[in-house]
């Protein structure tokens, strides 16, 4: 069992930048990869990164690509990031940490999630 807890959110300008924080604990050896998602009311999860736990290889989904960047925390262990520029309204959602068994872009492959933290973006 992996155990995931998210922090960072908060309410923010549009065209800020924001960094979630994803600290991993339990059994982190079981983890091959691990994924941010995002659901905004009445919508679908939504992947918007994905990362690798050994060697840090990274997934993008097009629509975000270049806004969002994954990756490990170098200074704290077993911590992943999520940077998050030029914001917009549309960003608003609970944002998610999970764990998996493949570094892919759909929830099914991730076992483990965090509770959430809300981003708010006002315009």
């Known amino acids: 069992q992996v155990q995931l807890v998210e922090s960072g959110g908060g309410l923010v300008q549009a065209g800020g930048s924001l960094r979630l924080s994803c600290a991993v604990s339990?059994?982190?050896?079981?983890?091959?990869?691990m994924g941010w998602f995002r659901q905004a009311p009445g919508k679908e999860r939504e992947f918007l990164a994905g990362?690798?736990?050994?060697?840090?290889?990274?997934?993008y989904p097009g629509s975000v690509k270049g806004r969002f960047t994954i990756f490990k925390d170098h200074n704290i262990k077993n911590t992943m990031l999520l940077q998050i520029d030029s914001l917009k309204p549309e960003d608003t959602a609970v944002y998610y940490c999970?764990?998996?068994?493949?570094?892919?872009?759909?929830?099914?492959?991730?076992?483990?999630w965090g509770q959430g933290t809300q981003v708010t973006v006002s315009s």
């Open positions: 339990g059994r982190i050896v079981e983890i091959y990869a």
């Open positions: 990362i690798k736990w050994s060697d840090s290889e990274t997934i």
């Open positions: 999970a764990a998996g068994r493949a570094l892919v872009n759909y929830p099914e492959a991730y076992d483990q």
